[in-house]
């Protein structure tokens, strides 16, 4: 980066007052223009860096109006370092600043491609692998970056392919094609294990499959009829026959395995007598038939969606004589349905993992600021789900979550059925083959026997790789090999451990975050890395009306921010 | 397989060859190898969708599981009689994915398929036969304006017409009918009408309008009887590719829903697990091929026993 | 024969409209709001608007239709909703692997197909004969996803670690890369139609191979052909048999032959060099009209075999609801077809004058 702040700057206004003359003149003035302190791009070394802050004007943004986000003010303090200040404590901050959408971009490149358009097939990163080359509907193939600061890949090239049929993902490993493969059908882990050129890589189930109901139309208004069919379906006899080995019978919605997860009672015993009593008693309309909905995709929650589904239908009237239809709905417009509660049958439906804390799976279904996947919101659930995630001390977490937990039991939003557990395979000479709990296994960490290229098959293409604005496992898993965000999980665990940055540092009551970057990291394209690319990274995904937020076309929702940080800047109003 | 050339030549006839008289159809066709198998398949076939309540084990929905002690999802077939241990659960073609039955799903799947077959095959000929015998018999602007129209169905590849008509429609084995249905219907139209053509201006045809024949009339009393034999033929062919494409529907996902035991949905439930359980694909495979090669097999016969001109 | 060609092109012109008419109408009847058709359920109301103003969707039906031509016109077949991408562009990308596998699929039909039908009418009502027949008949009544399966776990599977072995998936080995033939040509630079075109030539990878002269590609492209080849050509095969031998029977009862073999020429002889040439009319006819179920089979046949081409990317968009993809190829694959069978028409009647009196 050899241009000079000024220009830059120049360039970054006339950009944006294009962008916002093309966008039809947006009502409200650009926060750029309002600010003369703008968010320029890094110095060469030796210059006087020029911090950029966002919000602009170096407010915080927390209660101001319309706001219900969690961030409140990024502020790059000097060229290596960056401070995040939040509206509340929030104890999973590392964790979080470690997920995949998180991943730095080059402050420049963003700007350069508007904030889409090449950004989402020809992504820039700082990572181990840079993209070479992706040849649609076949594959993407990644190539070492020569200049990168810490380990080179294992092995030089890495190819994604993908196949979303399990039998023909094993075949391919089995013939030599490729050197690992995602999700191992449950029916070939003995195949596998059983094969000594191949080893089997077995994936903690950090997930949940689950029965949803509605509670805003009948006949599942009904809190009894919900508990009726909780206590209906024989959730052992589902996990045993459709789940491969690893998997276990849920006894809460967040799996034991994250701290705090499995607080409370356990879920109802299997009675289809006492079932079917209970629904007699509400007065059920035995005589109708109910749709049963779902998505036909492969998950690590649900390995053979339409199969579970109609084993489901037939416990369903063998053990409660309900009848149900099959509906198997659109796959990409099936998550908005059932955000939007438009799913007023029995809906199944899962969640995977995104960081390992108790607010990524039951805040997010559960709490405040949750879909209307459910219906109507219980407030002695929404309760203690606030009060869990405000408070950082574990042993108050945990009773939180207690109570939460009971509530739910009680009301049965949904029926909490699995935690999947899944399987990768690779060939045997594959060193350092491991499986991530998170499921962004790090392909540079893996040797493939003497070959130059390590060869990957998953369940799908990518949708794209500029990841903000991505959710599906697919795509992040490829784009955690090009960017990194300031912290990652340790390799193959969940622990956030440094990696853009030497660290993050928390004050007392971790509500300011300050990290400090890692020196001499070059991007892709040959720029440097530092807190300005930090700042405009996170800004664009945040300020919803920032003139790169952007994305793919027809898309640019960066649903990860809310996840994480619960709310955009400048939140856009709701769809009609 | 009857393409839109061959649909011209069923009713036009222009062939060249005359070979022999008209022969008693039955007669003629019992005399032709290929029909009589023809025949013997789709008779099989009528009888074990008629008995498939006596033949099939089980219900085509029946889970096995708790139900029989040792069975497994997508088991092996086991035949006693052929030397499967007596502890096994006797399936003749295995168990599927939802460890049901499969040989007692494929017979019931006979059921289905011909009755998507006859279903769509009927739709598709009571539309056809009306826009042919309207093009045929009012001619000028309206027959020319109608068989554009057909011309333009017939652009499209079928399956992929079919593809964008289902998306408006929704997907489900009704709507995949309904536009295989849609696709189908230039076969017939063109069929028919040139059959009205051919006879239009026959002499009987000719005298009972100068009698002060209605139009409707002359062409239900006088020019279909005389489409018939056609239309029987294209009707029967038309049955194999019907349920060919209703199958391919299915097998995406977009036709039959589970759980009906439609051999396509067979197919496409357990299409990944080829490798492992080839049991599951290649059982309804067989069946769709059986039900499709006894029809093509019957109106190849049909064609040549009705319409010896065709002989080849 | 100008005169010809122009009154078959003429008569075309209203199947073309129709053809557009149909696709634009069921573009309308879907439902909902119709810019939901072709950006997606995520489309806010504002994106809508501004796109139902763009494209004239607020404006009455009949003008809307003058909208949608021109846009065709204009080669804008809109914009993939999954993908964000131009149809035009997915169809450089994707339509050259659908081309070559149909090339290589009819390869074969007319390959094996017409000795087999030459021979079967040869030796017409023996052991041979019969079996061929009985063989296109099992071919014309095979599902092509059964059929593919069952090939795919027989060479990948079965014949596996045999020299037999064949790739069960995909286009080329992983890794393996066609060089773009603007990279190898230095032509980057170049844009505009004239770089569609060679990027188009290009993704055929066979052509791309030969012209590069990179035999270890051609090596590839063809293994990882032969499987889905013989998927979708086996009803063209049959099919392309039963009209030879059909074709070749009616030729051989002809008086000229009997006049040829009166003279004495052996029955080989008058087979090949007076019955095959005259047979093999009919069969150009019948190749034509087998477009239009190699289009249908691909969609089945690429994504049994994971091929990138058109037909698994319609595959994907029915499960993805992408209806401007439908759509988009829809009328591209429409327009083909009409174009191919232009031609077969066109070219019989310069084979057979006849033709162009009736």
């Known amino acids: 980066m050899s241009r000079s702040p000024r220009w830059s700057l120049l360039a970054l206004f006339a950009t944006s007052a294009i962008l916002f003359a093309a966008c039809g003149g947006a009502t409200s003035p650009s926060p750029s223009a309002a600010s003369p302190s703008a968010s320029g791009p890094a110095p060469s070394s030796g210059e006087p860096f020029d911090g950029a802050v966002y919000p602009e004007n170096g407010e915080s943004a927390c209660g101001t109006e319309g706001y219900s986000g969690q961030m409140g003010l990024i502020k790059a303090t000097a060229a290596n370092t960056v401070e995040f200040t939040l509206c509340a404590p929030d104890a999973a901050f590392l964790s979080k600043v470690a997920f995949t959408t998180l991943g730095i971009q080059d402050a420049d490149y963003l700007t350069e491609t508007g904030g889409g358009g090449d950004l989402i097939r020809e992504p820039v990163g700082t990572g181990p692998y840079k993209l070479d080359h992706w040849t649609d509907g076949q594959e993407i193939v990644l190539a070492t970056n020569e200049d990168y600061w810490g380990d080179p890949p294992k092995t030089p090239n890495a190819v994604i392919r993908w196949s979303a049929e399990a039998a023909q993902r094993l075949v391919e490993l089995q013939s030599g094609n490729v050197d690992g493969i995602d999700n191992v059908g449950a029916d070939d882990f003995p195949t596998v294990e059983g094969d000594t050129s191949l080893q089997l890589k077995p994936r903690v189930a950090l997930n949940i499959f689950y029965i949803g109901f509605n509670n805003t139309a009948a006949p599942f208004d009904k809190e009894e009829v919900r508990q009726a069919i909780a206590m209906g379906i024989n959730r052992q006899e589902i996990v045993d026959t459709f789940y491969p080995p690893g998997s276990v019978v849920a006894t809460h919605f967040t799996p034991c395995e994250i701290p705090g997860g499995c607080e409370g009672e356990d879920w109802y015993e299997f009675d289809a007598a006492t079932a079917k009593q209970m629904l007699t008693d509400a007065g ?119 109570k939460a937990n009971d509530a739910i039991r009680q009301h049965v939003p949904m029926i909490p059925v699995a935690h999947g557990g899944s399987g990768l395979a690779f060939k045997a000479d594959v060193e350092g083959a491991h499986s991530s709990p998170l499921g962004n296994e790090a392909l540079f960490a893996m040797k493939a026997g003497d070959r130059d290229q390590i060869v990957w098959m998953q369940n799908g293409e990518p949708g794209g790789l500029y990841c903000p ?75 919803a009306e920032h003139p790169l937020h952007v994305g793919k076309p027809e898309s640019g929702l960066f649903d990860y921010w809310t996840f994480l940080f619960a709310g955009f800047l400048n939140p856009p109003p709701p769809a009609a | 397989m009857l393409d839109a050339q061959e649909a011209m030549q069923l009713g036009a006839t222009p062939q060249t060859r005359s070979s022999g008289l008209w022969r008693d159809t039955l007669g003629s066709l019992l005399r032709q190898r290929n029909a009589v198998v023809g025949l013997a398949i789709v008779v099989f076939l009528l009888l074990v969708a008629l008995f498939a309540d006596v033949l099939a084990v089980h219900g085509p929905d029946d889970v096995m599981l708790g139900v029989e002690p040792g069975v497994k999802k997508r088991d092996d077939p086991c035949i006693h009689l052929l030397g499967c241990p007596a502890e096994t659960p006797e399936h003749w073609f295995g168990t599927d994915g939802n460890v049901r039955d499969v040989f007692s799903r494929v017979v019931h799947g006979a059921r289905v398929s011909l009755q998507i077959g006859v279903l769509t095959v009927g739709m598709a000929i009571i539309v056809g036969t009306i826009i042919g015998a309207i093009a045929g018999y009012v001619g000028g602007f309206i027959d020319d304006l109608l068989m554009r129209l057909m011309d333009v169905l017939l652009a499209f590849p079928a399956l992929l017409l079919a593809i964008a008509i289902l998306t408006v429609l929704g997907r489900g084995l009704i709507n995949a009918q309904l536009a295989i249905a849609i696709v189908a219907i230039p076969i017939y139209a063109r069929v028919m009408r040139a059959s009205v053509l051919s006879v239009r201006e026959l002499d009987y045809v000719t005298a009972s309008r100068a009698l002060g024949e209605s139009g409707a009339g002359i062409l239900v009393r006088r020019i279909l009887p005389n489409a018939l034999t056609p239309l029987v033929v294209a009707g029967t062919l038309g049955i194999a590719g019907a349920v060919l494409d209703v199958a391919a529907l299915s097998f995406v996902g977009i036709g039959a829903q589970p759980p009906l035991a439609e051999w396509g949905s067979m197919i496409g439930a357990e299409r990944n697990q080829v490798f492992t359980a080839p049991h599951l694909i290649i059982f309804p495979g067989l069946a769709i091929t059986l039900t499709v090669l006894g029809f093509n097999l019957l109106g190849d016969g049909l064609r040549d026993a009705l319409d010896p001109r065709l002989n080849r | 024969m100008i005169r010809f060609i122009i009154r078959r092109v003429v008569v075309s012109i209203p199947v073309l409209l129709g053809i557009l ?187 791309n191979a030969i012209l590069r002269f990179d035999w270890k590609l051609l090596g590839d492209t063809v293994r990882h052909m032969i499987l889905p080849a013989i998927t979708l050509g086996t009803i063209p095969l049959a099919i392309v048999a039963r009209m030879t031998r059909s074709s070749l029977l009616d030729v051989l009862g002809q008086d000229y032959i009997r006049t040829a073999r009166a003279k004495g020429l052996k029955e080989r002889l008058v087979i090949v060099r007076h019955g095959v040439r005259n047979a093999m009319l009919p069969v150009v006819t019948i190749i034509g009209l087998q477009f239009g179920g190699l289009l249908s089979g691909a969609i089945l046949t690429e994504t049994i075999f994971r091929l990138g081409g058109v037909g698994s990317r319609v595959f994907e968009a029915v499960n993805g609801r992408d209806y401007a993809v439908i759509q988009g190829f829809t009328v591209v694959v429409a327009i083909g077809f009409l174009i191919v069978n232009l031609v077969v028409d066109v070219s019989y009647s310069y084979l057979d004058p006849r033709v162009r009196l009736r």
């Not at chain 3, 094996?112 to 017409?124: C, D, F, T, Y």
Request: net charge negative; glycine share 10%.
């Open chain 3, 21 to 207: 008419f149909l696709v634009f109408a069921l573009a309308r009847l879907l439902p909902g709001d119709p810019c939901v058709g072709a950006l997606g359920e995520r489309a806010t109301p504002e994106k809508c608007a501004l796109y139902n103003a763009q494209h004239g969707l607020d404006r009455p039906i009949p003008e809307q239709f003058a909208v949608y031509l021109g846009e065709i016109a204009r080669g804008d077949l809109g914009t993939s909703i999954e993908e964000g991408k131009p149809i035009g562009d997915l169809l450089i990308e994707r339509l050259p692997q659908t081309v070559e596998l149909a090339f290589y699929a009819l390869l074969f039909a007319l390959v094996v197909g017409i000795p087999l039908g030459i021979l079967s009418a040869a030796k017409r009502n023996s052991i041979v004969d019969v079996g061929t027949m009985m063989l296109a008949n099992l071919g014309v009544s095979t599902p092509i996803f059964v059929l593919g399966l069952l090939l795919a776990f027989l060479f990948a599977i079965v014949l596996n670690h045999t020299p037999l072995a064949l790739p069960p998936s995909g286009r080329l080995s992983p890794g393996a890369e066609a060089m773009p033939l603007v990279e190898a040509w230095g032509l980057e630079g170049l844009g505009g139609p004239p770089r569609a075109i060679i990027d188009f030539l290009s993704n055929i990878y066979t052509l």
């Open chain 1, 284 to 402: 059920f309309d035995f005589s109708k038939t109910y749709p049963l909905s779902l998505r036909d995709v492969v998950r690590g929650y649900l390995p053979e969606p339409v199969t579970v589904a109609t084993a489901i239908q037939a416990q369903l009237k063998t053990n409660l004589g309900i009848n149900v239809s099959i509906d198997v709905r659109d796959e990409n417009t099936y998550l908005n349905e059932a955000s939007r509660g438009e799913l007023k049958g029995i809906h199944l439906l899962g969640w995977g993992a995104d960081y390992p804390d108790v607010t990524n799976f039951l805040d997010v279904h559960f709490g405040l600021g949750s879909t209307d996947q459910f219906g109507t919101k219980w407030d002695d659930i929404t309760g203690p789900l606030k009060e869990g995630a405000e408070t950082a001390d574990q042993a108050a977490r945990e009773a939180a979550y207690a």
């Open chain 1, 469 to 543: 604005d991505e959710t599906d496992g697919e795509s992040l898993r490829v784009c955690e090999q090009i960017v990194e965000p300031l912290y990652s999980y340790e390799i193959g665990g969940t622990a956030p451990i440094p990696q853009l940055a030497t660290g993050c540092e928390a004050n007392d009551d971790s509500t300011v975050w300050t990290c400090t970057l890692r020196d001499g990291v070059t991007f892709h394209n040959g720029a440097t890395l530092d807190a300005n690319d930090v700042v405009a990274t996170f800004a664009v995904q945040w300020d």
